[in-house]
């Protein structure tokens, strides 16, 4: 497909969180959202939302709100979750398992399929309905299930040297639970799960309670 | 501390990435840090980054760059991490696990200091050097140890009870790992680790090699 302009990664980036939100009022069984109402669930101006959501298209009519299964249906096409993706799990410790029996993936555009790990003593083991694989036929399997997605929840010593033959693989996205930075070519994507960030955003609202 | 005036919570969700990006920079032996160059490893406009500051001083001089210790500890001070928070866990499974032996909360100004579970096969069991409390002492523990952040890491049928239990124990921040929406009262932050929404973000750029 060709795009016909460039949109920038931190409308990108606001996509998902309109999706998440707007799923939620699915939930709530209510069928139009205002861009005020969802700005004031996000913390997003509603004309910030307005403004990110009109460079994919006219999702609203003026003055009536938006529906919120049409736009669910859109945002799940821009962002590429009206299917799912298989997903590669590098790491079967505690995180890697905590990941693969993750609820949070339902409907979301994504399903763990393969698990990979080093330790000869998780080879060959379960977890859920997911043999935990050998590393080292990392590369083939990968390759062979064209999966081009992977959380990687391994030491952060060993994460650069994973993500590299992730990459060699053919993955093109790693979620990175490793508390390191990682390196990658042009063209693979990488997104990290921090949450020192998230407590860090709440203690400058704790603040003013404990100077008082 | 009296506050002159009111700060969007855009800017404060963005205080937290200038400061990992920023203490990575230190990690590299770097000192001087333009706002191009933070921009470009952020995707956030030089603008955008020097605007954020300004709203907290002048924390670098026009053409000269920020000093990077200078600046570190200014954001540390902003967002309160100058000190180190004590977390209360509650949730000893396969992420709480994950979450006790994390390392990435180092330096970052979070430790975890009581963890808290239902099961009954859990409990008294010892997660590195902590012991694991039954849920049932919750209220009593945490107001003895004055924690005033929780990290929830529980199913999502039980979050938002739990929550509530937390936060009649004193708790005003809430990272919580559940996929599932907390109700809080005014006063509660609640902040959430969902990886479906750092997926998503990457499956749009994605879109165009499947297409090809």
Known sequence: MMQSKTISDIVI???PLYLRALQRMLNEQRQI???QELGKRLGISA???RKDLSQFGEFGKQGTGYHIDYLVNKIQEILQVDRVWDVALVGAGDMGHALASYQGFNHRGFQIKLIFDNDPEKLGSYIGDYKV???A???EEIHKAGIKIAMLAVPAAGAQEVAN???KAGIKAVLNYA???LKV???VYVQYIDPAIHLQRMTYYLKSENDL
Chains 1, 2 share one sequence.
């Open 13 to 15: 980036g606001r996509m």
């Open 33 to 35: 959202a205002s861009s």
């Open 47 to 49: 004309a910030q939302i």
């Open 133 to 135: 694989m050998d590393i």
């Open 137 to 139: 036929d990392m590369n």
């Open 165 to 167: 033959r992730l990459i």
């Open 179 to 181: 508390p390191v930075n």
């Open 185 to 187: 070519p042009v063209g």
